[in-house]
């Protein structure tokens, strides 16, 4: 990645920033972490053909930089006090079989694991986060699955290393948009450091969730052993859902309400008896936020710039409705 000032940060503190944002070791075609196999095929392939092409200022990274100077300095305390019954920042390692037409093929599963402890019970794993507060939310409804993937492949690679399997598995996410007047402490929702914790005994979901890496392995496997093009990313791969209803205030920046339709924006409205109250319906066209915000490979898939565009256009012809339905 290279990485630009075009802001004139001072230059000690852009070294600083660069330093804290690093880069990730290469890895070959037969190694992959568990973190990289979130990502759709065609978004691991572009990420590895062009990683070092991307250019992004050093001020698009500091999110990220400010949740990696978190997470060290956690883990250099964590590291400092750990007795024996703790493993700190390790990385195991397991090799999965594929099946090509190539032949079969021994791949390398990495994960590096936050921290591994044992008490009495047996073997927990524990990893933190710094994270919006609607990530936190949709983990609590079940909805966010990329997380509960992350602690079952890590829970399958320390079995592969130890023999015995992790119980359990906690994210630790400390929500950077809750505010202090949001906190509240009777409400685990709107705690500052909020624990989800997966129970990791479902050897069905580990079928399944091993299932599928092993079929992304074998998509990206034969892009890079021939010269096919690697299939195209789903709707879910580009973070891209139904086009929502947004109910809220004109001068309000938060929704009171996200809704599917403008008659379930209504029936919202009725039922808080906000009629009447100024609150206004906005469509929000469908955003493949995967593409548009965060895929560093944007730059080079036509798949990727056709879907921005369309919601670029999609959004010039969005619809506004009064609280009587009535487009404005
Ligand atoms: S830009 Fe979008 S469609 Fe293209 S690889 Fe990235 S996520 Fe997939």
């Known amino acids: 990645m290279i990485l630009t000032n075009k802001t004139g940060i001072v230059k000690p503190l852009a070294d600083a920033i660069k330093a804290l944002y690093g880069s990730h070791p290469k890895m070959d075609i037969y190694q992959y972490s568990a973190t990289e196999l979130l990502k759709s095929p065609k978004q691991v392939l572009l990420n590895r053909q062009h990683g070092d092409e991307v250019e992004k ?15 060290k300095a956690i883990e250099n305390i964590i590291v400092s006090q750990a007795d024996d019954s703790c493993i700190v920042e390790q990385r195991f390692k397991a090799p999965i079989m594929i099946s090509t037409e190539w032949g079969d093929k021994d791949i390398n599963l990495s994960g590096g694991v936050d921290l591994l402890y044992r008490d009495n019970a047996g073997l927990h794993i524990v990893d933190w986060k710094t994270c919006k507060l609607t990530k936190l939310d949709k983990a609590r409804d079940g909805e966010e699955d990329d997380w509960k993937r992350q602690l079952y492949t890590y829970a399958f690679l320390i079995e592969a290393t130890f023999g015995e399997r992790p119980i359990d598995g906690t994210i630790y996410g400390f929500p950077k948009d809750l505010t202090n007047a949001e906190f509240n402490i009777e409400d685990p929702s709107k705690f500052k450091v909020q624990a989800i914790k997966y129970d990791l005994s479902d050897r069905e979901y580990e079928k399944e969730l091993l299932t599928d890496i092993k079929a992304k392995l074998r ?14 990313c789903t709707m879910d791969e580009m973070w891209q ?17 996200v809704c599917e339709s403008v008659k379930d924006a209504m029936s919202f409205l009725v039922d808080k008896g906000w009629i009447g109250k100024g609150y206004m319906i906005y469509e929000r066209p469908s955003e493949p936020k995967n593409c548009s915000t965060y895929c560093p490979g ?31």
């Open 57 to 71: 200022d050093l001020q698009e990274v500091i999110d990220a930089v400010l949740g990696t100077a978190w997470h």
């Open 219 to 232: 998509d990206i496997y034969s892009v890079l052993a021939s010269d096919i093009e690697p299939r195209e």
């Open 241 to 257: 859902y139904p086009s929502s209803f947004i109910v809220k205030k004109p001068e309000s920046t938060r929704a009171s309400k």
């Open 298 to 328: 944007l730059k080079w898939c036509k798949q990727g710039q056709k879907a921005v565009q369309d919601w670029k256009d999609a959004q010039t012809r969005a619809k506004t409705f009064n609280d009587k339905g009535e487009e404005v």
